[in-house]
């Protein structure tokens, strides 16, 4: 079971963010070695030789090749031009957003589509929320500088990592109406999802899958 976001059906580009009760991944669908970076790789139609390259994102405008990331906790965001030719899939944690990796996606879709972040589709997945992301001086600060307008004020911080991606696609130029959004806890909900900062040593490293293609 992967869950869908109307944004995204209704213009028929496949697509999907895993659960717990996910189908495991075919041949065609291509990911990673995510390291927290803000690398995003172009995915071509080739055979993928070797171990999955090093890279937090990637972009395809190939027919029926699948981009895809792994996450248990952090977020994941899939991008789209407005016909579903040009599609990535970014991994999204706190330093990976810190670090760029969402505008990075953005730049790479708008040189290779020719058109304008303003008539893209983004959608941001389940993640871990603010009910339950305490974080440290560290983030805070970080991410303070980048999000002016952020306050995870009374007591102790809690980040609004979706908010936060929300913020950098709306700076990018994104209009409110084609940023659909997921809006559940990976934490909140270990019936669906497995999360890092719910199950600790349980998770056994299991990750959930999510995926884009272009349509047609
Ligand atoms: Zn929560």
Request: hydrophobic fraction near 40%; glycine fraction near 14%; charged fraction near 20%.
């Amino acid at each position: 079971m992967f869950l869908r976001h109307p944004l995204l059906l209704v213009r028929g580009i496949g697509h999907g963010f895993g659960t717990r009760f996910s189908e495991p991944a075919g041949a065609e669908v291509r990911f990673f070695r995510q390291v927290h970076g803000q690398k995003v790789l172009e995915v071509g139609d080739g055979e993928q030789e070797g171990p999955p390259p090093e890279a937090d994102g990637g972009w395809t405008s190939a027919s029926g090749i699948s981009v895809a990331v792994w996450t248990a906790d952090c977020l994941p965001v899939l991008i789209s031009d407005p016909e579903g030719r040009h599609v990535a899939a970014v991994h999204a944690g706190w330093r990976g957003a810190v670090r760029g990796i969402v505008p990075e996606a953005i730049r790479l879709l708008q040189a290779a589509s020719g058109m304008s972040p303003g008539e893209f589709l983004a959608v941001i997945g389940p993640s871990v929320k603010s009910c339950c992301y305490p974080v440290g001086e560290e983030v805070w600060s970080e991410v303070r500088q980048l999000w002016p307008g952020w306050s995870g004020a009374s007591g102790r911080p809690r980040l609004d990592l979706p908010g936060l991606v929300r913020y950098q696609l709306e700076q990018a130029g994104f209009q409110d109406k084609s940023i659909g959004e997921i809006p559940l806890c990976t934490v909140c909900h270990p019936e669906l999802f497995y999360s890092h900062r719910g199950m600790g040593e349980k998770r056994a490293g299991r990750s959930m899958l999510n995926f884009i293609r272009r349509s047609g």
